[in-house]
């Protein structure tokens, strides 16, 4: 299998990168996927969201068909609507279909994104205030964030 950057999301891969793409992209999550793509392992990047822009139906069903969802937990992850809701599919489909997640925390401690505090919760309070007329969307990103954090990975 080779590595590649779908344009066509619905494409069944074997791994996922779920990440913040202004503090990533161009450092860990570019080095990691290259990793990846070196050792032939078919790995879902996009390239193509748009900042403010919803989480197509495609995505979702792209994190549903991975084998492995990788989460990389960095300071602006939790400013972004997207990003959690990418992460709360991860975890349906970990529930549902027994996806395995490994998360990765880059420059952040993980009690900060199991607790939402630090530099990390500086954003998720920013999202909270924009939703707050939304409770049930910010705790089911508070629950998953505090899930994902006590899960063993890699810093």
């Not at 392992?41 to 989480?55: A, P, S, W």
């Not at 069903?61 to 939790?78: G, H, L, M, Q």
């Not at 999202?127 to 508070?142: G, H």
Request: charged share 20%; glycine share 4%.
């Amino acid at each position: 299998m080779a590595s590649s950057s779908f344009s066509n999301p619905a494409v069944k891969c074997d791994v996922f990168l779920s990440f913040r793409g202004e503090d990533t992209r161009y450092s860990f999550v570019s080095h990691l996927y290259v990793a990846l793509a070196w050792r032939r392992i078919v790995t879902f990047l996009d390239e193509e969201l748009l900042r403010g822009d919803e989480i197509s139906a495609s995505l979702l069903n792209t994190i549903e068909c991975s084998k492995i969802s990788v989460i990389i937990f960095s300071e602006a992850y939790a400013s972004s609507k997207w990003c959690l809701e990418e992460l709360v599919k991860i975890f349906e489909s970990r529930k549902i279909h027994g996806q395995i997640v490994i998360p990765v925390f880059y420059n952040i401690v993980p009690s900060d994104v199991e607790k939402q505090t630090g530099t990390f919760g500086d954003g998720f309070a920013k999202l909270q205030e924009l939703f707050k007329e939304s409770p049930y969307m910010l705790q089911r990103w508070s629950i998953a964030l505090t899930v994902a954090a006590n899960i063993p990975g890699f810093h």
